[in-house]
Structures are given as structure tokens and as C-alpha cells.
Nanobody
Framework: QVQLVESGGGLVQPGGSLRLSCAAS????????MGWYRQAPGKQRELVAY???????NYADSVKGRFTISRDNAKNTVYLQMNSLKPEDTAVYYC??????????WGQGTQVTVSS
């Protein structure tokens, strides 16, 4: 079965950094677009960044210049490097693997809290 397992979340002070990882299994990882989404309390889930199978990337305006998404197809893993974190980045971060509507998978989420 398909599994996406996120790790790397935690508590960090404003201005700090975290690196999230998402290890995938049960899919042909290299052909999927991989994304990171987040959901803050009381808000809808929103796209943070995605990277296509060809390596093209796209970012939400709120994280441009601060976050970097990357993938390692040999390790079936996608990363999200988060720098200059702000309190408004606090959310549960979810990994997503998308190929088309019936091949769309989610991880269980990892909490990121930015607070002093």
C-alpha cells in the first residue's frame, strides 16, 4: 500500500529553520508530483510548494524566498527546507503525492510550531 511518512517537524523560534522530510513507499516515486501543504487551526489546507517529476518547482507567495522544496528520487524522499520561519508558518504540514485524481496520496502530517 502507499505510505507517505513525514518527519522533521517541531518547535522553533522565529527566524529559525527546520527541514521536513517525506519518505514515500508503494508508488513509483519518480513519476509523481510531490507537494507540501499546511493547515493552521481554523483555516483551510493550503499549498506550500510542489515539485514535478521533471524538477520544476512552484511556491506559495507567502513562502517564496524562504522555503525550498527538493526531491531525491533514489531515496524516494521529498524535502522542504524552511528558513526565516515566522509565527504564521505554524501549522500541520502534509506531504502529498499526485499523479492524477485517482492517484493522489497524503501523509499523516507533522506539526510545525514557530514561537518564542
Amino acid at each position: 500500500q502507499v505510505q507517505l511518512v513525514e518527519s522533521g517537524g517541531g518547535l522553533v523560534q522565529p527566524g529559525g529553520s527546520l527541514r521536513l522530510s517525506c519518505a514515500a513507499s508503494g508508488i513509483v516515486f519518480s513519476i509523481y508530483t510531490m507537494g507540501w501543504y499546511r493547515q493552521a487551526p481554523g483555516k483551510q489546507r493550503e499549498l506550500v510548494a510542489y515539485i514535478t517529476s521533471g524538477g520544476s518547482t512552484n511556491y506559495a507567495d507567502s513562502v517564496k524566498g524562504r522555503f525550498t522544496i527538493s526531491r531525491d528520487n533514489a531515496k524516494n524522499t521529498v524535502y522542504l527546507q524552511m528558513n526565516s520561519l515566522k509565527p504564521e508558518d505554524t501549522a500541520v504540514y502534509y506531504c502529498n503525492a499526485f499523479r492524477h485524481t485517482i492517484q493522489n496520496y497524503w501523509g499523516q502530517g507533522t506539526q510545525v510550531t514557530v514561537s518564542s
